[in-house]
């Protein structure tokens, strides 16, 4: 086998805001230090990707990246790392974009946000994490994307319930654009808060932006316990919510030093979710490095 390398990109915490705007869609994603992580090893010879078998949408992302970037080789791809499924943590999208990412690093050449952002659109519509910052997307076609700034640091306490929710068919619902149109001035107040919090470092208009959001988005996705989580989160010093809105998840909003820790046994016990945890806030992009043969795959 030839090169081999390594690439990580975030995922979230769900979108700090999503609707559409004169019947575009956009969002927001609320990228987190939870990752997928790929490495690769590139084959000289051969023309196959070997990948986990749940994967598929991985292989057809490196197959066009192949197409267009002109090689003819394959190799074996793995994850050291992999984000839950159907929960709205962005897994699809960072899976293509570590993996493309980290075959690019094997192939000793660089890679940017459009680029990796082509490849995962080349196969379905796709989160913003492969923009370095906060992005503002389309996140149905990719059509346009804006950097919105860098990201504020905010702490996340996130439930699930269980259960998945498939992005595609969210997406398709034919009663989605009635949703978005509904909404329209209230996701639009929701933006501008957003952005606004995210030019002044301002994470309490962020919040406020985002729990708008997430209201909002009960109508095409309840959350068990929304509005009794929403009142413990701010009785216990938060900020507001943001939720995975083709997803299961939800989480409160925090500043940055709250030892949040602390609440996750409450959390647990008030709330009976499945799945309790804790995350920073942190902003997109991809990480990637080739390996040299005589060092380990780097750890955190």
């Not at 989605?176 to 929701?190: C, D, M, N, Q, V």
């Amino acid at each position: 086998m030839g090169p081999t390398a390594w690439a990580r990109c975030p995922g979230t915490c769900g979108e700090w805001v999503q609707g559409a705007r004169s019947g575009i869609p956009f969002l927001v994603d609320c990228p987190i230090d939870q990752y997928a992580e790929a490495v690769v090893e590139v084959g000289e010879d051969s023309g196959n990707w070997l990948v986990p078998g749940e994967k598929e949408k991985v292989r057809k992302a490196l197959l066009l990246m192949r197409e267009e970037r002109g090689f003819s080789g394959g190799g074996i791809l793995r994850f050291r790392r992999e984000l839950p499924t159907g929960k709205g943590m962005a897994s699809s999208t960072a899976d293509i974009v570590s993996a493309c990412a980290a075959v690019a690093a094997a192939l000793g050449e660089a890679v940017s946000g459009r680029n990796l952002a082509r490849w995962a659109f080349g196969i379905e519509p796709s989160d913003s994490v492969m923009y370095p910052g906060l992005t503002e997307i389309n996140h149905i076609r990719g059509s346009y994307h804006q950097t919105l700034g860098a990201a504020v640091p905010a702490g996340f306490l996130a439930l699930d319930w269980g259960g998945e929710v498939d992005t595609l068919r969210f997406n398709a619902r034919a009663d989605l654009y009635g949703h978005y149109r509904k909404h329209e001035f209230t996701i639009s107040r929701a933006l501008a808060l957003v952005r606004e919090g995210i030019k002044g470092g301002d994470l309490e208009k962020m919040a406020a932006g985002s729990t708008l959001s997430a209201e909002c988005n009960l109508e095409v996705n309840p959350k068990p316990f929304f509005t009794e989580f929403k009142t413990w989160v701010r009785s216990r010093g938060g900020l507001g919510l943001v939720t995975a809105h083709s997803g299961t998840l939800i989480a409160g909003v925090f500043p940055p030093d709250y030892a949040l820790d602390s609440l996750l046994a409450e959390a647990k016990e008030r709330f009976g979710p499945v799945f309790a945890e804790t995350f920073r806030a942190r902003g997109g992009g991809v990480e990637y490095a080739a390996i040299p043969r005589v060092q380990a795959v780097p750890s955190d």
